[in-house]
């Protein structure tokens, strides 16, 4: 008799295809007025010595449909295609787009501005020789302006002067190296320094080297350019201050500051190259002239956007980037 049950409840199961009909099927063979249950329920009126093989054969069954009854619910859902659809109708989920970051940006509108004013743009590598770091800069082993500039040497076998660029200005030697006057060109890259940080300054920043060489190359069109720049950047209100400074590689030496609240900030340095460093690549410095700078596009950002400490450029908090 266990065994028709059994026969009977599982062919049954296999023609049913919606949830109350499942429910019909539970009541009937697992409910409380269920063969099963009766006959467990009368147990104690059989025989002594078939309880225990109706009892046991019984209960095995129960738990067998239990299963049964539990995977069958299961699988009915999965393929119900009331709960499976998809609802065409709900509003799409936004997906997750990444952005420029604020350096990048600012560096592309400056190379973009310098674009507009005849200067191509060129990139050099982040580690650099000694030579071109320093010595092809008017800055022997011996000057103090290397004090500020000896920073992160790299252990190499058998090398002992590669290092870290400390600026972008390596980049004007193997530039003129390589070119024949007359020369337009923006440089922007990595530049790494031992220092202390603070609002202003990061150990490893960018920089955008300018250079210019043909003849009759004068400090106005240094001057000229670098206001067309600060035009283009900051807008023609800002103010803009120039101020003498000392570079060993130009002649005469320069820094540029932008109003910032009423202070000044620094972003970059210039002058005109100096006839020692044309003389080293092998121009003629009586005959050609030109002028350099290197700028500071985090402090450039800075002003830009008004941000008071540069360390959150790269401290890659999303809260700050996303604004960008
Ligand atoms: C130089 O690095 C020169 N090579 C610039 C130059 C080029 C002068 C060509 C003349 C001709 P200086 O150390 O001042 O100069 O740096 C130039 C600019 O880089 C600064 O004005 C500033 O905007 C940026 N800068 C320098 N140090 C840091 C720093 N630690 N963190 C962020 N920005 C910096």
């Not at 109350?20 to 063979?29: A, G, N």
Request: hydrophobic share 35%.
């Amino acid at each position: 008799m266990i065994q028709d049950i059994k026969k009977k409840a599982i062919s049954d199961l296999q023609g049913i295809t919606s949830v109350e009909s499942l429910e019909q099927w539970r009541i009937e063979y697992l409910g409380r007025n269920s063969q099963l249950t009766s006959i467990l329920r009368n147990i104690r009126s059989l025989p002594e010595n078939e309880r225990k093989t109706v009892g046991s054969e019984t209960n095995t069954l129960k738990e067998l449909l239990q299963f049964e009854y539990k995977k069958f619910k299961l699988n009915l859902s999965k393929t119900n295609t009331s709960t499976n659809s998809i609802d065409v109708t709900l509003p799409g989920r936004k997906g997750n787009v990444g952005g420029l970051h604020p350096i990048t940006s600012i560096i592309r509108e400056i190379t973009s501005a310098f674009g507009d004013m005849g200067f191509s743009v060129v990139e050099g590598t982040e580690t650099e020789l000694e030579h071109y770091n320093f010595d092809l800069l008017n800055i022997p082993a011996n000057h103090p302006a290397r004090d500020q500039w000896d920073t992160i040497w790299l252990d190499r076998p058998n090398r002992k002067d590669n290092l870290l660029r400390t600026h972008t200005s390596p980049m004007q030697v193997r530039v003129m190296e390589n070119t024949t006057p007359p020369i337009r060109v923006v440089v922007p890259g990595k530049c790494y320094r031992y220092e202390a940080t603070d609002a202003t300054h990061e150990w490893h920043f960018h920089q955008i080297e300018g250079l210019a060489v043909a003849e009759n190359v004068t400090f106005s069109d240094l001057k000229g350019t670098l206001y067309e720049f600060a035009r283009r950047i900051f807008g023609p209100s800002r103010k803009v201050r120039f101020r003498c400074d000392f570079f060993p590689f130009v002649e005469p030496g320069v820094d540029m500051s932008i109003d910032w609240n009423g202070d000044w900030i620094e972003i970059l340095g210039a002058g005109m190259v100096h006839p020692k460093v044309l003389e080293g690549v092998g121009y003629d410095s009586s005959r050609y002239t030109g002028f350099a700078f290197g700028m500071g596009p985090e402090r450039i950002a800075m002003l830009r956007y008004n941000i008071e400490d540069i360390r959150y450029f790269f401290s890659n908090d999303l809260r700050f980037l996303s604004q960008f």
